[in-house]
C-alpha cells in the first residue's frame, strides 16, 4: 500500500469530537481576519485588481483568498513541518464548502482533514528542503486537495487520484526574497487553487499517481535530499495536527518570534537604558530564511531577526507598522550592534521547538538576558480565547470592516460547531472586496 494510501486511510480513520470542530473554527477565524487584513494592502491591492478582471469561480476565489491570507504575516504556522496550512486549507474549504451548501459541521471537518494532510506531508519533506523550497507551496496542494475531497464526498480511490495530482502540481521557490518580490502570497493561493481542481478532477475519474510521494520520479525524489517518510504516519492515533499549529501573535516570520518576544520582556528590563551590543542566539532555519541585517523593504524587514529585535527592543511592541521605512530608519543603528548566532539547545530542538535567547549589554555594561524554549502562539503557550478575538477584530478592522461587522463575523464563525443551514462567509468575504 503507498504513503498516499496509508495517509487516507489515517486521517479518515481518526475520531472527529466537538473539541476539535471548535478548535477548526477558531483556525478559520484567524484565517478569514487575515484575509480581510491582506486586502487592505499594497499587495493586496494587485491581487484585487486582477480580480476585478477575472472569473472568479471557486478555485480562482481560492487562490484571491489564500493570496491575501498569506501578506501580513499574520497567518497561523505548523512548526514541524514549517508549513502555514490556513492559508491553504481553509479558503479551499470555504470556497467548495459554500459551492456545495455543505454544512458547518461538513467544512470544519474537511479544514481538519486538510490541515492534516499538509502537515503529515510537510513533516516529511525533510530539513534541506525548505531550504530552496517554500514548503507551504509544495505540500500545501495535498492539503487543499485533502479538504475538497471530504466535501466532494471522494472515494478513497478519488481521493489517491486528488493527492497524486495535487502532489504533481507541488512547486515554490524561495528565489522571490532576494527582492522583497509578492511571490510568497502567490504561493498560497495557487496551493489553495491546485488542489481544489486535483480533487474535482478526481471526481470525473481523472487520475493521478498512487505513489506520489515515495515513487522514483516522486516528491520525495525530486525535491528532497533527507526526507522523513516515517513522519507521514507517525503518532496517528494523537491529536489532529490542527491543534498543534500555532498562531502568530505578531505580524512577521514565525522564525522571527521567539526572538521578538525575548525582545519584548528586555525591553521592560531596560527601562530606557541605551544599548550597546545585541546577541541573538537562535536555529540555523531562523537564519537561512530570516538573516536580512539590511531589510530594504517592509517585506524584508518581516524576515530580519535584526529588524525584529531592534523595535522590538525599542518600542515594546511589534505591530502591523512596525515594519515601515521610518521603523527601519529607526533600528538602523541596533541592527548593526546586532550579533546572530546558531547554538544549542535551539539549534537541536528545532523543528520540535522553536526558541531563541537575546543578550544585550547596556552603555553602562550590564548584561541582560532572556530566552524562551517555545513562544507565544506555541500550542504550549497558546492565545487565549479573548487574544484570539482581539487579533481577530484587529485584523478585519484594519482590513477596512466597521467594529460592529467584525465582531459580527467572529460570532458567525465561532458559532459553526453547532450552527445549521448553509455557510456564506465566503461570499460575504468577496463582496466585501468590491472587486467591481
Known amino acids: 500500500m503507498s504513503l498516499t494510501r496509508k495517509l487516507i486511510k489515517l486521517i479518515r480513520e481518526k475520531s472527529v469530537q466537538q473539541k476539535d470542530l471548535e478548535s477548526a473554527a477558531l483556525f478559520t477565524l484567524d484565517a478569514v481576519a487575515t484575509a480581510y487584513a491582506g486586502s487592505a ?238 546577541e541573538i542566539d537562535t536555529y540555523q532555519a531562523a537564519i537561512d530564511v530570516c538573516d536580512r541585517p539590511e531589510p530594504e523593504n517592509e517585506y524584508q524587514a518581516k524576515f530580519s531577526l535584526y529588524h525584529c529585535a531592534s523595535i522590538a527592543l525599542l518600542d515594546g511592541v511589534v505591530k502591523l507598522d512596525s515594519f515601515t521605512e521610518d521603523a527601519r530608519n529607526k533600528t538602523h543603528d541596533l541592527r548593526h550592534l546586532t550579533k546572530v548566532n546558531v547554538v544549542d539547545p535551539y539549534a537541536s530542538d528545532y523543528p520540535k521547538s522553536w526558541g531563541s535567547a537575546v543578550r544585550v549589554i547596556t552603555d553602562d555594561g550590564k548584561t541582560l538576558e532572556v530566552s524562551r524554549k517555545d513562544c507565544k502562539g506555541d500550542p504550549e503557550l497558546a492565545l487565549d480565547d479573548i487574544e484570539m478575538r482581539e487579533k481577530a477584530l484587529n485584523l478585519m478592522i484594519y482590513g477596512g470592516l466597521d467594529e460592529s461587522s467584525a465582531l459580527g463575523v467572529c460570532e458567525t464563525i465561532l458559532s459553526l460547531p453547532s450552527s445549521k443551514g448553509e455557510v456564506r462567509l465566503f461570499g460575504e468575504f468577496i463582496s466585501i472586496l468590491d472587486l467591481n
Open 41 to 278: 494592502t499594497p499587495v493586496g491591492q494587485v491581487l484585487k485588481q486582477w480580480a476585478s478582471a477575472t472569473d472568479l469561480d471557486p478555485k480562482r476565489q481560492a487562490l484571491l483568498m489564500g493570496a491575501l491570507t498569506h501578506i501580513t504575516e499574520t497567518d497561523d504556522l505548523h512548526r514541524a513541518s514549517v508549513t502555514h496550512p490556513g492559508c491553504v486549507v481553509v479558503p479551499a474549504a470555504l470556497s467548495l464548502g459554500e459551492k456545495l451548501k455543505s454544512s458547518p459541521q461538513e467544512i470544519l471537518v474537511a479544514i481538519l482533514h486538510g490541515f492534516e494532510a499538509m502537515c503529515r506531508i510537510g513533516a516529511a519533506v525533510g530539513p534541506t528542503h525548505y531550504k530552496v523550497w517554500h514548503n507551504t507551496a509544495t505540500c500545501g496542494p495535498f492539503g487543499s486537495a485533502m479538504a475538497a475531497a471530504s466535501l466532494l464526498e471522494l472515494s478513497d480511490e478519488q481521493t489517491l487520484h486528488a493527492l497524486g495530482n495535487a502532489g504533481t502540481q507541488s512547486s515554490g521557490f524561495w528565489q522571490f526574497m532576494e527582492t522583497g518580490a509578492m511571490s510568497k502570497h502567490l504561493h498560497a493561493g495557487r496551493a489553495s487553487e491546485s488542489g481544489l481542481l486535483a480533487a474535482e478532477l478526481a471526481a470525473h475519474g481523472f487520475s493521478g499517481s498512487p505513489e506520489i510521494l515515495e515513487g522514483e520520479k516522486g516528491l520525495f525524489a525530486g525535491m528532497c535530499i533527507d526526507p522523513i517518510p516515517e513522519n507521514i504516519l507517525k503518532d496517528g492515533d494523537g491529536l489532529w495536527q490542527l491543534p498543534l499549529t500555532s498562531i502568530k501573535p505578531w505580524p512577521s516570520c514565525r522564525h522571527t518570534h521567539p526572538t521578538i518576544d525575548c525582545a519584548l520582556e528586555l525591553h521592560q528590563q531596560l527601562n530606557g537604558e541605551g544599548i550597546s551590543s545585541i
